[in-house]
């Protein structure tokens, strides 16, 4: 089971921030989170990873809670290109990542 | 720029075809993945290999086997295909993690299989 909860769909207005949220409240303590996207008919695409501080780099910013139950990535001007399924993850021991069924990110013009 | 591909964007096949599944990168990665991708059920970790002649089983090996001769090259093998093996299947690679435990997996387009 994926270790993370996302809402099934959001809308956001090109040109407006977007802000996706995650719970993922069982993190432990040496467990990163990590942000991938999925344009349709493509593979999932790496955007950010945080530990425990907020990141932030030329896709994405990423905010993390101090408590590390939740995190929030930020996409800071959408535009249409980015209507994409947005999966946030938690990486288990190992290489292994379970992918959720992410949240559903719609542009609007 | 890291770049994974696939032997085929879409394939047709029948049902008890022995299928193979071909993907490459270029990168010099120790990992490589192979995943499943289905309608409401998100991708599902089929088989995994963290180096030349290694496979792990991920969540969903049933159906599958794995072959990994080169570390650039990893290959999924369906040895009867049958017609829930439809899907779209994506093939991924990454570093190994290291003590920092941090690594991000590249994904190629995909492979849309249809069984029939």
């Known amino acids: 089971d994926a270790k993370t909860t996302q809402p099934p769909s959001m809308d956001c207005a090109e040109g407006r921030a977007a802000n996706l949220p995650c719970n993922h409240s069982?993190?432990?303590?040496?467990?990163?989170v990590y942000w991938y996207r999925q344009i349709h008919s493509q593979g999932p695409q790496y955007i950010i990873h945080g530990l425990k501080n907020n990141e932030t780099n030329e896709m994405a910013s990423l905010i993390i809670t101090e408590d590390r139950k939740s995190s929030t990535l930020i996409l800071p001007h959408a535009t249409l290109r980015d209507t994409a399924v947005y999966y946030c993850?938690?990486?288990?021991?190992?290489?292994?990542?379970?992918f959720g069924k992410g949240t559903r990110l719609h542009i609007l013009p | 720029d890291v770049k994974v591909t696939q032997s085929s964007r879409y394939l047709v096949k029948r049902t008890g075809e022995k299928v193979f599944l071909e993907c490459v990168q270029d990168?010099?990665?120790?990992?490589m993945f192979w995943y499943r991708q289905d309608p409401g059920l998100g991708l599902r970790l089929i088989y995994f290999s963290y180096d030349v002649k290694m496979k792990e089983k991920g969540d969903i090996p049933e159906g599958y086997s794995v072959s990994r001769e080169k570390k650039e090259r990893f290959s999924l093998i369906l040895e009867s295909a049958s017609t829930n093996q439809t899907s779209m299947y994506l093939c991924?690679?990454?570093?190994?993690?290291?003590?920092?435990?941090?690594?991000?997996?590249?994904f190629g387009p995909g492979t849309r299989l249809t069984v029939t």
């Open positions: 990168m010099d990665h120790e990992n």
């Open positions: 991924a690679s990454s570093l190994n993690p290291g003590l920092a435990g941090v690594n991000e997996q590249y």
């Open positions: 069982t993190i432990s303590g040496n467990e990163y």
């Open positions: 993850i938690v990486r288990l021991f190992g290489d292994k990542i379970i």
